[in-house]
């Protein structure tokens, strides 16, 4: 059983910065692929990005690249999301995820495990 606990959400101006972290419990964190994904009301959960067990290779939902940066820390059992000049519609509840198996980053059933999500909110 691993454990994830996901923080740093909260209320930010359009064009601002957050820094989502995700917390791992367990010792083979450097063994998982780790993905963020979001939900918004009325929506389904949509991929935002991946980052391989090693962090060699990372992910991104088209609708955040080059504004939004994955990264890990397995010595911290720690996986970050860096969201730079957020607008209106990156509001939603972000989740972190992670899978034991290399492939199918962008389909949330294929991840094992959630966080409860943490709230992002972008105003105009």
């Known amino acids: 059983q691993v454990q994830l606990v996901e923080s740093g959400g909260g209320l930010v101006q359009a064009g601002g910065s957050l820094r989502l972290s995700c917390a791992a419990s367990g010792r083979t964190f450097s063994t998982y692929v780790m993905g963020w994904f979001r939900q918004a009301p009325g929506k389904e959960r949509e991929f935002v990005a991946a980052?391989?067990?090693?962090?060699?290779?990372?992910y991104y939902a088209d609708s955040v690249k080059g504004r939004f940066t994955i990264s890990r820390d397995n010595a911290k059992n720690t996986v970050y999301l860096q969201m730079n000049s957020l607008k209106p519609e990156d509001a939603a509840v972000y989740y972190c995820?992670?899978?034991?198996?290399?492939?199918?980053?962008?389909?949330?059933?294929?991840?094992?495990?959630w966080g409860q999500g943490t709230q992002v909110t972008v105003s105009s």
């Open positions: 995820g992670i899978k034991r198996f290399s492939g199918g980053y962008y389909y949330p059933h294929m991840y094992d495990y």
């Open positions: 980052i391989t067990s090693s962090g060699g290779n990372t």
